[in-house]
């Protein structure tokens, strides 16, 4: 009877499991990368927007990874599709970055360089936190 209990819990706790907080990103210390886009990493539990970028402050030149706060579900309910970006776009990106040291960072907006299109993620429409839901 213990496993089937057991494993009744681990079931119940894998979603729990695949969200992580974002407490590793250190909001005191916002940057701006400006770059050009490698890809849109469209999986869940989060996206991930892959910018190339010269040296940015104490960084040299790289590959920075930015975490969006939210799946692709929720985003694509925001406006957000696979195509909102593509390789080769240019873009500026506001970040709160990694504690680590790594170049990474939590997505906070983002304006495409070519359109002036400004890129942000809020709440869901529909959702708990949307104030048009109440």
């Known amino acids: 009877m213990r496993p089937i209990l057991?494993?009744?819990a681990l079931?119940?706790?894998?979603?729990?499991?695949?969200?992580?907080?974002?407490?590793m990103f250190d909001p005191a210390k916002r940057m701006t990368i400006d770059g050009t886009i490698e890809t849109l990493q469209w999986t869940a539990p989060h996206v991930i927007l892959w910018v190339r970028a010269g040296k940015v402050g104490p960084y040299d030149a790289g590959?920075?990874?930015?975490?969006?706060?939210?799946?692709?579900g929720n985003l694509g309910k925001?406006?957000?599709?696979r195509t909102t970006v593509a390789p080769g776009d240019k873009i500026r990106v506001d970040i709160d970055p990694i504690r680590d040291g790594r170049r990474s960072g939590s997505f906070k907006r983002a304006v495409l360089v070519r359109t002036g299109k400004v890129?942000?993620?809020?709440?869901?429409?529909?959702?708990?936190?949307?104030p048009a839901a109440k």
């Open 6 to 8: 057991l494993a009744g």
């Open 11 to 23: 079931m119940s706790a894998a979603p729990a499991l695949a969200h992580h907080s974002f407490a």
């Open 63 to 72: 590959l920075w990874s930015v975490e969006l706060p939210t799946s692709p």
């Open 78 to 81: 925001m406006g957000w599709s």
């Open 119 to 130: 890129l942000t993620v809020g709440p869901v429409p529909g959702g708990t936190n949307d």
